[in-house]
């Protein structure tokens, strides 16, 4: 299976299944030297955990890291950083149902024809389950980042129809998981919970939107034509499970005004010429501007709701199917992390790709 690793100059490689023995990753390119706070990067992996929130999965996992290579006394080495966390509490019995019919709008029909096989146990590698690499990863490039001062925080502010409509701003981490819907707004966050537990109740499922800010990004980061920022970190926000749509900026909002209203006039700065706003989003050309980068990402609900579907099964044969197992009625609370964790990992490859860009 191709198709597992992300990045050019910091590159992770995911690893393991929903129901496997383990979910792991390998990091290369981490720079030699980096001081890592080994419990912070618990902390962040426990944002992501099953459990975290109680609007998720009733499935329980530790998620404890287990540090394979690439460290010593708590410091990269430079060589490849590896790591995995065992799977401890898998029902695969739960999916025996499965093993035979394709579940609608899940990976199964496509699988078995991409592979002509699959692993039915929670979805195998389709599963969300893999996303705990990326957020292990996305904590240690946060570190790397950190060092150039680049800050990132992602928020919930859209369940179903219930929106928080406020200017994209970078919020603390303590006031994004204030709430369990993890919308750092109270009276925004109780509607949005409502919604959630509304659809859990009724046997259904709802989706949403997340916005992602990193600011303290220096200008020139990113590389043009095919290696825009935009298009490999969209990529990166893209290949999350369930995500539908990514925006930057103004996103199609700004596909309605004119081209002298949505543009992004330069203004003088202590810090040099800046744009004036930031309709762009942080980004011109595929190259950060400076100001912060703002990103919305759009998840579907989730495929596995608990009433009954039709679907057909291998033979042909129309099936009644209603979901079994341990399911999010939504996903995005969890999804927090793990869209932190793809903006982190993407910035931290353009802050390398960028140190070879040029000379001095």
Known sequence: MAGNTFGTAFRLTTFGESHGPAIGGVIDGCPAGLRLDLEAVQRGCDRRRPGSTPLGTARREADTIEWLSGLYEGMTTGTPLAFLVRNTDARSADYAPTRDLWRPSHADFTYDMKY???????????????????????????????????????????????????????????????????????????????CIEAARERGDTVGGSIVAVADGLPAGWGEPVFAKLEATLGGGLLSIPAAKAVEFGSGFAGTYLSGTAHNDAFVSTSEGPRPGTNRSGGLQGGITTGLPLVARVGFKPVATVMAEQTSVDREGQEVTWAGTGRHDPCVLPRAVPIVEAMVALALADAMLVHRAARLA
């Not at 705990?132 to 800050?151: D, F, K, P, S, Y």
């Open 116 to 194: 002509g096989f699959r692993d039915p146990r929670g979805g195998g590698r389709a599963s969300a389950r893999e996303t705990v690499a990326r957020v292990i990863a996305g904590e240690v490039a946060r570190a790397l980042l950190a060092t150039m001062g680049v800050r990132i925080a992602a928020y919930v502010d859209r369940v179903a129809s219930e929106a928080w409509d406020a200017e994209p701003q970078l919020w603390s981490t303590e006031a994004i998981d204030a709430f369990p819907v993890r919308c750092p707004d109270a009276e925004a966050a109780a509607r949005m919970q409502a």
